[in-house]
């Protein structure tokens, strides 16, 4: 008798334990690294992505702030997790700037990890204080040259994307300009306010309330089209400075193994979500625009950024970072 209730036992435990396993992604909760602190842009696209995927699939998607490290910790971590869809993280334009600016780091972006979306992006944007004589692309460079070493620009921070945009800028104008690193992207608008540092190249999020306040003005923006939320700020290429293209990211990895069938429903879900009009505007407040595009796509992007900036950082002479 024993022996049956045993067998009955183990057969029932395998109904169950299959059963949950066919169950459709997801069939339980999921966690989303944040690789910034709380209150930034990437945390509010990490709880955008969070409260809606909860919405969609009645799971509890909870969001994880790692905020250490040029956000190479939260991505060592995500890395080393199971790659069955419950871990995801949401990195920023460190992923294709930290691999050539390291000296080691604790994952490697291509091997360890499984590109989803691309979910938004922002231009860099070219800001002078109100006070700065040029108007233009043309006169900031022509002011520039007639005044080495006398004039400098802000940054959030050495090895960034808004200091690397920078010294492209810089180095392909050859502009004796001098880089002044802040901690954050606040702090560099503050200075720049302030007239410390005349000139900052910044993140649209970072500086676009300053351009709407009249404090700061817009000379350019990095992307290919100009800004929707700022349609009179011309291009760099526009302004006469071609092929220096940039943008700063919010996006989305899964470790790399993750089902091939769940990665795709991921990418699906994110693009479906950051086209939602309340999404689209709360984006579009903070100076991104929606993007969504399929996990091929992410891909190749990424590859293509490691490349460019990978050559900035040389061009510039920026040594890596031990």
């Known amino acids: 008798m024993k022996a049956l209730f045993h067998i009955l036992a183990g057969f029932l435990a395998l109904i169950v334990c299959t059963d949950a396993q066919a169950q459709p992604y997801p069939n339980k909760g999921a966690r989303i690294i944040v690789t910034a602190a709380a209150g930034g842009p990437s945390d509010i696209m990490g709880r955008i992505l969070a409260l809606k995927m909860s919405e969609t699939w009645g799971q509890q998607f909870i969001v994880e702030n790692i905020p250490a490290g040029a956000g190479n910790v939260a991505l060592g ?57 040029a108007k233009t692309v043309k006169e900031l460079i022509a002011l520039v040259k007639a005044n080495p070493g006398k004039y400098s620009y802000a940054s959030q921070g050495t090895g960034t994307t808004g200091q690397l945009a920078g010294e492209w800028f810089k180095v392909s104008q050859g502009l004796d300009l001098v880089h002044v690193p802040f901690n954050g992207g606040a702090p560099a608008a503050t200075s720049t306010i302030g007239g410390h540092t005349p000139i900052m190249f910044s993140a649209l999020p970072t500086a676009g309330p300053a351009v709407r306040g009249g404090q700061l003005r817009a000379l350019a923006v990095t992307s290919a089209k100009r800004s929707p939320d700022f349609p009179d700020v011309p291009t760099l290429a526009e302004a006469g400075v071609p092929n220096q293209e940039s943008e700063f990211i919010q996006a989305l990895l899964v470790p790399a193994g993750t089902p091939k069938e769940i990665v795709n429903q991921l990418s699906r879900e994110v693009a479906r979500i950051v086209h939602l009009p309340d999404v689209t505007e709360r984006l579009r407040a903070i100076g991104y625009v929606p993007v969504g595009n399929t996990p091929e796509e992410f891909a190749a992007i990424i590859k293509s950024d490691i490349a460019k900036w990978e050559k900035v950082i040389r061009d510039a002479g920026i040594k890596k970072i031990e």
Do not use: W
């Open 77 to 133: 971590i995500a890395a080393k997790s199971p790659p069955d869809g419950y871990t995801m993280v949401t990195p920023t334009s460190s992923i294709v700037v930290n691999p050539s600016l390291y000296a080691k780091l604790p994952y490697d972006i291509i091997a360890d990890f499984t590109p989803v979306s691309l979910a938004a992006a922002s231009p860099h944007v070219l800001t002078v204080n109100p006070s700065v004589p």
